[in-house]
């Protein structure tokens, strides 16, 4: 399947990061709405906000009634919306559950709420829940498809489901990621959907600033870095994103979609590696990256859509960087750094 049929099918919409202390619309990046916080503002006041700036893609992590209230009647807001990872063996046990999920969490808002995607957990593969996806996933796909909804049913994974990734053309899954992922992988391709990944450059080079240079890992340089064997690599992103792409092949899986559901870099909590600087540079040129749509070296000119982590400090997350990924702050709405 080409590029253009890919971006049609799945009709993903676009926001970014732009001049000064603004955000406004770009090709394919959106942000995730996170709720970990105790001082976050109104979830109406979030969507003003959004709308203000040309926010048209959101993603949360569970079916929050505040939120998906809030939602109602900005369509043109695509809404990724999450199945929590606690409800999973009930659901995984019962499509009579699955139904009842559904009814109780979706249904309600499917006249006025843009909802695009369902996500079947976050990040469970591979673990303890992780074989509880496939049931969940065929379920809600079989109930969406009955109805004949425009509602495309996924997981979201973590790059920890790989076992090699360096070079990018050695990457493989893990033995549990092979049997945990590997039929979800084989099944999303059969529907043409999507898989949803978490990628984050900030965490291999925070584990060994030393040998991993910062420019590589902040899109900050054009200078080749990594060369595998045709494929020459500027950026730590690319060759994340393609180990994922080479991983899926040596299971039989090619040309499946895939969206980074999670990217960004952090502005305090780590000394000197975690600075305002430092995540202004990576979202801008994260966003410059999906902007120019020129993909990745194994995807080459084939747009790649993405979500920024995340839209607020929350401050109920685990102390450190974790309460730091947030382009604004949350009692004010105010942007954390400049942006340009």
Same mark, same amino acid.
Request: hydrophobic residues 40%; charged residues 15%.
């Given at each position: 399947?080409?590029?253009?049929?890919?971006?049609?099918?799945?009709?993903?919409?676009?926001?970014?990061?732009?001049?000064?202390?603004?955000?406004?619309?770009?090709?394919?990046?959106?942000?995730?709405?996170?709720?970990?916080?105790?001082?976050?503002?109104?979830?109406?006041?979030?969507?003003?906000?959004?709308?203000?700036?040309?926010?048209?893609?959101?993603?949360?992590?569970?079916?929050?009634?505040?939120?998906?209230?809030?939602?109602?009647?900005?369509?043109?807001?695509?809404?990724?919306?999450?199945?929590?990872?606690?409800?999973?063996?009930?659901?995984?046990?019962?499509?009579?559950?699955?139904?009842?999920?559904?009814?109780?969490?979706?249904?309600?808002?499917?006249?006025?709420?843009?909802?695009?995607?369902?996500?079947?957990?976050?990040?469970?593969?591979?673990?303890?829940?992780?074989?509880?996806? #496939?049931?969940?996933?065929?379920?809600?796909?079989?109930?969406?498809?009955?109805?004949? #909804?425009?509602?495309?049913?996924?997981?979201?994974?973590?790059?920890?489901?790989?076992?090699?990734?360096?070079?990018?053309? =050695?990457?493989?899954?893990?033995?549990? %990621?092979?049997?945990?992922?590997?039929?979800?992988?084989?099944?999303?391709?059969?529907?043409?959907?999507?898989?949803?990944?978490?990628?984050?450059?900030?965490?291999?080079?925070?584990?060994?600033?030393?040998?991993?240079? #910062?420019?590589?890992?902040?899109?900050?340089?054009? %200078?080749?870095?990594?060369?595998?064997?045709?494929?020459?690599?500027?950026?730590?992103?690319?060759?994340?994103?393609?180990?994922?792409?080479?991983?899926?092949?040596?299971?039989?899986?090619?040309?499946?979609?895939?969206?980074?559901?999670?990217?960004?870099?952090?502005? %305090?909590?780590?000394?000197?590696?975690?600075?305002?600087?430092?995540?202004?540079?990576?979202?801008?040129?994260?966003?410059?990256?999906?902007?120019?749509?020129?993909?990745?070296?194994?995807?080459?000119?084939? =747009?790649?859509?993405?979500?920024?982590?995340?839209?607020?400090?929350?401050?109920?997350?685990?102390?450190?960087?974790?309460?730091?990924?947030?382009?604004?702050?949350?009692?004010?709405?105010?942007?954390?750094?400049?942006?340009?």
């Amino acid at each position: 399947m080409d590029c253009l049929k890919k971006t049609l099918l799945f009709l993903l919409s676009c926001t970014a990061i732009l001049l000064s202390n603004n955000i406004a619309a770009a090709a394919n990046v959106g942000l995730n709405y996170g709720l970990l916080g105790d001082n976050l503002p109104p979830p109406p006041q979030v969507i003003n906000l959004y709308k203000s700036i040309g926010i048209t893609k959101i993603r949360i992590f569970d079916p929050n009634v505040e939120v998906l209230n809030a939602l109602r009647g900005h369509q043109d807001i695509g809404v990724t919306v999450g199945v929590k990872d606690q409800d999973l063996a009930a659901l995984a046990a019962s499509e009579e559950a699955v139904k009842g999920w559904f009814a109780t969490n979706i249904e309600p808002y499917l006249t006025d709420v843009n909802i695009t995607f369902i996500t079947v957990g976050n990040e469970v593969i591979p673990g303890p829940l992780g074989s509880q996806v #496939l049931p969940v996933v065929k379920s809600l796909t079989n109930l969406v498809e009955s109805r004949s #909804l425009q509602i495309s049913i996924t997981t979201v994974v973590s790059m920890a489901n790989l076992g090699e990734s360096y070079p990018p053309s =050695s990457g493989t899954f893990t033995p549990l %990621a092979r049997e945990q992922l590997t039929p979800v992988l084989k099944f999303l391709s059969e529907k043409s959907v999507p898989i949803l990944v978490n990628m984050y450059p900030y965490f291999p080079y925070a584990s060994d600033p030393v040998n991993i240079h #910062l420019d590589y890992a902040t899109f900050n340089t054009e %200078a080749l870095v990594v060369q595998d064997g045709p494929l020459g690599y500027s950026n730590m992103f690319d060759a994340m994103y393609d180990a994922f792409l080479w991983a899926m092949e040596k299971e039989g899986v090619e040309d499946l979609p895939l969206v980074v559901s999670e990217t960004g870099w952090p502005s %305090a909590g780590n000394g000197d590696l975690t600075t305002p600087l430092i995540a202004s540079t990576y979202n801008r040129n994260f966003v410059k990256h999906i902007e120019s749509g020129k993909g990745t070296p194994k995807r080459s000119n084939c =747009s790649i859509d993405g979500y920024i982590f995340a839209t607020f400090n929350e401050n109920l997350k685990p102390a450190g960087t974790e309460q730091h990924f947030g382009l604004f702050e949350p009692t004010d709405m105010k942007p954390v750094y400049k942006l340009f």
